[in-house]
């Protein structure tokens, strides 16, 4: 499976983005998806999963402010992020969650900064 990050962009603090996966093949078959990033200096981190059923989970500091979603019609997985902070600056990927090491992309960049 090839994945396709898009999206990402230059926003001010307070700003909205919303990032999308594009799926290469049929995702309907995994059981959950997920949105992580990586910021310069850190690890990759998990920021919010969805399951094929819908449920869906999110790091603690992004709860109430980012909202994941799946469409399996569209092989995608989308990453609408609101009141968006500096920190939430970094590299943003999608994979299966837990993650697939060959499904990893290149991702995209998202900078909040004024």
């Known amino acids: 499976v090839q994945l396709q990050a898009s999206g990402g962009g230059l926003v001010q603090p307070g700003g909205s983005l919303r990032l999308s996966c594009a799926a290469s093949?049929?995702?309907?078959?995994?059981?959950?998806m997920g949105w992580y990033r990586q910021a310069p200096g850190k690890q990759r981190e998990l920021v919010a999963a969805?399951?094929?059923?819908?449920?869906?989970n999110y790091a603690y500091s992004v709860k109430g402010r980012f909202t994941i979603s799946r469409d399996n019609a569209k092989n995608t997985v989308y990453l609408q992020m609101n009141s968006l902070k500096p920190e939430d600056t970094a590299v943003y990927y999608c994979?299966?969650?837990?993650?697939?090491?060959?499904?990893w992309g290149q991702g995209t960049q998202v900078t909040v900064s004024s």
């Open positions: 994979n299966a969650d837990p993650p697939i090491g060959s499904w």
């Open positions: 969805i399951t094929r059923g819908g449920s869906t």
């Open positions: 093949r049929s995702i309907f078959s995994i059981s959950a």
